[in-house]
């Protein structure tokens, strides 16, 4: 998901897709200009990246986790115990199933689903929660199963419910991941993102968050091994944002969507709702037998958990091109567009509106 408050003056997207075209184009040409200077960074060939992983974990061993995560915690807000609730979905999964709940004062932002993977040598996390202590939370869940090192943190996308619990990994060591706009993602919005959330959360309660951008960047594909368990990650075209990254477990024939893929919380159009279409073929052709998504889950069936999101977006398309045809206005695509796919979903009130106001902006100008 995305702050609702987004939509506020602060956003540095406007809604309008002449905006987002212009942003587009910016982009082009400073990526362009970057991989002119030989800048940019690229994908590491053939995967594994043990190198960097060895050389971190000398580092490593400076650190006792337990000790510095025990010190961090004290520093958080008490909880309510059913945001930390860590699930087995499989040998060597564990999955926390986030709230259906928008951030507050009380939740820590502990809003998306988060996982982590254990190997033989060491263990990757999928996504760090809402805030440092939302993250903190989930590092002690995770010595409470391994003392192995965690070698990767990998971000699904730049949402602060998604990424803000980073910084409480820090101290671990991994290599941070994701896709390749991640990076400049995080630069535009990171700092917006940081201030709305604390003036929507309190200070509390974002007690030690930042933004730690990633240092490994994921342009089509590549391959992590984590000894005996090796993760595959996709990056994807502009769809839930421009910047969503899978991951997938080939063994156990299990893809990690981030918020490509939303189940009970209403979806949240922040990059293209048909580019989003679109990247839903082929992300169905991912041969996994079961997903656990960025939102809801833990783990459900694969492709099959696809069908209620499909069916929600190409309604909202729908809705919105028969609007936009009647000469309807942005206020009455607030109102009406998808309506009928209201009760289907939770924070529907929250989010239809919004990716009413988005999406309508991305159709007039098919
Ligand atoms: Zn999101």
Not at 67 to 85: G, M, R, Y
Request: glycine share 8%.
């Amino acid at each position: 998901m995305m702050i609702k408050t987004m939509k506020d003056k602060k956003r540095p997207h406007s809604n309008g897709a002449c905006m987002i075209k212009k942003k587009s184009i910016a982009l082009l040409i400073i990526l362009t200009s970057l991989s002119v200077a030989g800048l940019t960074e690229t994908e590491p060939r053939g995967g594994g990246h043990e190198g960097v992983t060895s050389a971190l974990s000398s580092i490593k061993s400076f650190f006792s986790p337990q000790k510095a995560n025990a010190k961090d915690l004290i520093a958080c807000p008490k909880t309510n115990e059913q945001s930390v609730k860590i699930v087995k979905v499989a040998k060597n999964i564990y999955v926390r199933k986030g709230l259906n709940e928008i951030f507050t004062k009380k939740n820590l932002a502990a809003i998306a689903t988060v996982s982590f993977v254990v190997g033989e040598k060491s263990v990757a996390v999928i996504d760090t929660g809402g805030s440092y202590c939302d993250g903190a939370r989930l590092l002690s869940e995770i010595r409470k199963i391994t003392e192995k090192p965690i070698s990767y943190v990998i971000n699904t996308h730049t949402h602060p419910d998604h990424i803000f619990g980073n910084a409480a990994f820090e101290k671990e060591g991994p290599v941070f991941v994701g896709h390749k706009n991640l990076k400049r993602a995080m630069a535009d919005r990171g700092n917006i993102y940081l201030e709305n959330l604390t003036r929507i959360m309190g200070k509390d309660q974002l007690v030690g968050t930042k933004i730690i951008p990633p240092t490994l960047l994921v342009s089509k594909t590549t391959t992590i091994d984590l000894g005996q368990k090796k993760l595959e990650l996709r990056a994807f075209g502009t769809a839930h944002t421009d910047h969503d990254l899978t991951v997938f477990d080939p063994d156990l024939k299990i893809i990690w969507t981030g918020d490509l893929l939303f189940h009970e919380h209403t979806p949240v159009v922040d990059g293209s709702i048909l580019g989003w279409l679109e990247e839903m073929k082929k992300l169905s052709k991912i041969p996994a037998k079961f997903v656990i998504p960025g939102h809801g889950g833990p783990l459900l069936k694969w492709p099959k958990a696809l069908g209620p999101q499909r069916d929600y977006l190409e309604k909202l398309t729908t809705d919105l091109r028969k609007i936009i045809e009647e000469g309807g206005t942005m206020r009455d695509a607030q109102n009406r567009a998808a309506s009928s796919e209201k009760n289907k979903w939770k924070l529907f009130e929250e989010f239809n509106a919004r990716n009413a106001s988005t999406s309508f902006a991305e159709l007039e100008w098919e």
